[in-house]
């Protein structure tokens, strides 16, 4: 009779006898336990299996070994490879494959320029920080494939943000992201040197479209990021009974957003600023609800959609843009914001930041996108040098 069971290794029982510890012998079995422990005659004393069987058997085992080795692979491509993406290599994920794994950070580039300026870093830069499990991803308009596999130093831009894990950066090709969607058919029919707002128009139905096919999160480049956004399916406010779409985020093939993509293009007028933007957001958002004006801090629902309060994205409101690159007594802290929007329409780059200025926007530079900070103290280190040719 037996004593003792215990498990010595994965499929085998090491069994000790009543007298073992007289003897001081064990007998192993190296046999199955399904349900119960069941004695199984051991492998040597089974008959031997003929040379095909065993060569069959041998090719089995190699196909569920490689088998095996293809899912792992798959697996570290999409959990630790997805954000080590380099603009200059040729055999890193797509932008398909990026945005395919959901919860994307979508920034919009839509005019040529291949530099962009520090605002445009430090937005990018701060989401990369604040949002470290999320690919934060920017479609430039004047980056092509070619550009993509040919990129230079010259391009500082590049460097600085293609060195955080999580940030893509790629091609932003309009007749591709407006493919299955209402907007194809006015893209095709638009002539954009006719337009008066091309870019702002562009970049408004470019946003649209990816939100809808792959879910997430758009922001403007002038947005710094400063805490993440809980909601998964939220408009913002700019101010009561008005939405922004400087920021909003939806699941994929959200309902509203196909709906705001229909009115984009019912509703088209290139000539009024804003229509196919924050007005298209608002008056869609007013079929759904009734809005009210906010009271405090609170955020408002309006059936599946969280309208958030303007504290959230605007504490400092259009008419008082010029306050951040202004110096503050005491700086606000801003407890109620998940971002800051920096209204760079409004200022057209005639402000910027300044090292050693003290001025809020400097503050926040310091804070939430370091490294483009320390990139914009670098250049104008480098523009105070100096001209050798000068010195001669």
Request: proline share 6%.
């Amino acid at each position: 009779m037996l004593q003792k069971v215990w498990v010595s290794s994965p499929g085998s029982w090491a069994l000790q006898e009543s007298n073992s510890r007289r003897q001081g012998k064990k007998r192993c079995w190296k046999c199955r336990f399904v349900r119960t422990i069941i004695q199984h005659p051991c492998r040597r004393h089974a008959p031997k299996r003929s040379r095909k069987e065993r060569m069959l058997r041998k090719i089995q085992i190699c196909l569920c070994f490689c088998f095996v080795s293809g899912i792992l692979y798959e697996i570290s491509l999409l959990s630790s490879c997805v954000f080590s993406y380099l603009p200059v290599a040729q055999h890193y994920l797509t932008p398909e494959q990026v945005l395919n794994l959901g919860k994307s950070i979508i920034f919009l580039e839509t005019t040529e320029r291949l530099e962009p300026p520090p605002l445009v870093s430090c937005s990018v830069e701060s989401a990369a920080r604040i949002y470290q499990d999320r690919p934060i991803i920017l479609f430039m308009r004047g980056l092509t494939n070619e550009t993509a596999l040919d990129i230079n130093t010259s391009y500082a831009a590049f460097s600085l943000l293609s060195s955080m894990k999580n940030v893509f950066l790629f091609p932003l090709q309009m007749e591709t992201v407006f493919q299955e969607t209402p907007l194809l058919q006015w893209y095709n029919q638009v002539i954009p040197e006719q337009e008066k707002n091309w870019v702002h128009v562009s970049s408004d139905a470019s946003r649209l479209a990816l939100i809808w096919k792959y879910g997430g999160i758009y922001m403007d480049t002038d947005v710094i990021s400063i805490r993440p956004i809980p909601q998964q399916s939220f408009l913002a406010a700019q101010k009561s009974r008005f939405s922004s779409n400087g920021i909003f985020g939806f699941p994929a093939r959200h309902k509203f957003v196909w709906d705001c993509m229909e009115n984009f293009v019912l509703k088209y007028n290139g000539n009024i600023w804003g229509n196919q933007g924050p007005f298209l957001m608002t008056r869609m958002l007013k079929t759904l609800c009734n809005l009210t004006d906010f009271q405090g801090t609170e955020d408002h629902s309006c059936q599946n959609i969280s309208f958030l309060n303007p504290q959230r994205f605007y504490p400092i409101p259009y008419p008082a843009w010029s306050r951040y690159y202004q110096v503050w007594d005491k700086s606000p802290s801003f407890n109620h914001s998940y971002a800051l929007h920096l209204w760079n329409f409004m200022n057209r780059n005639r402000k910027v930041v300044v090292a050693g200025s003290n001025t809020l926007a400097e503050k926040l530079y310091k804070t939430y996108c370091p490294t483009t900070y320390e990139d914009l103290i670098q250049n104008a280190k480098h523009r105070d040098l100096p001209d050798p040719e000068d010195m001669e």
